[in-house]
Nanobody, 127 residues
Framework: QVQVVESGGGLVQAGDSLRLSCAASGRTFSDYAMAWFRQAPGKEREFVGGVSRNGGYKISADSVKGRFTIGRDNAKNTVSLQMNSLKPEDTAIYYC????????????????????WGQGTQVTVSS
């Protein structure tokens, strides 16, 4: 079973960039589709971006398209989220999540379908 730990959050100004990392343990990392979600105070958890088990399929939420890029390195058991042109509305706790999915072109946007979650990392963007 895979476990995930996020890192890289912090306090930045609007327009800055930040890179989040997710380190996964376990020998079957490549069996898992990975995704980033975020949750702002008083709001529901929302999908940010996801990548299929082999990295061949990626999707992003419309709110971050063109600004955020998700990456994956199966050799290092890591997933990243490069966030550029950050806005105050990007302020949230960001979570890395894993879902066992052996299909090569499959990513779910529903948090209910992910059974493995990290503890989250806070991203705060000041105006």
């Amino acid at each position: 079973q895979v476990q995930v730990v996020e890192s890289g959050g912090g306090l930045v100004q609007a327009g800055d960039s930040l890179r989040l990392s997710c380190a996964a343990s376990g020998r079957t990392f490549s069996d898992y589709a990975m995704a980033w979600f975020r949750q702002a105070p008083g709001k529901e958890r929302e999908f940010v971006g996801g990548v299929s088990r082999n990295g061949g399929y990626k999707i992003s939420a419309d709110s971050v398209k063109g600004r955020f890029t998700i990456g994956r390195d199966n050799a290092k058991n890591t997933v990243s989220l490069q966030m550029n042109s950050l806005k105050p509305e990007d302020t949230a706790i960001y979570y890395c999540a894993a879902r066992k999915d052996l299909r090569f072109l499959s990513v779910s946007v529903s948090p209910e379908e992910y059974g493995l979650w990290g503890q989250g990392t806070q991203v705060t963007v000041s105006s």
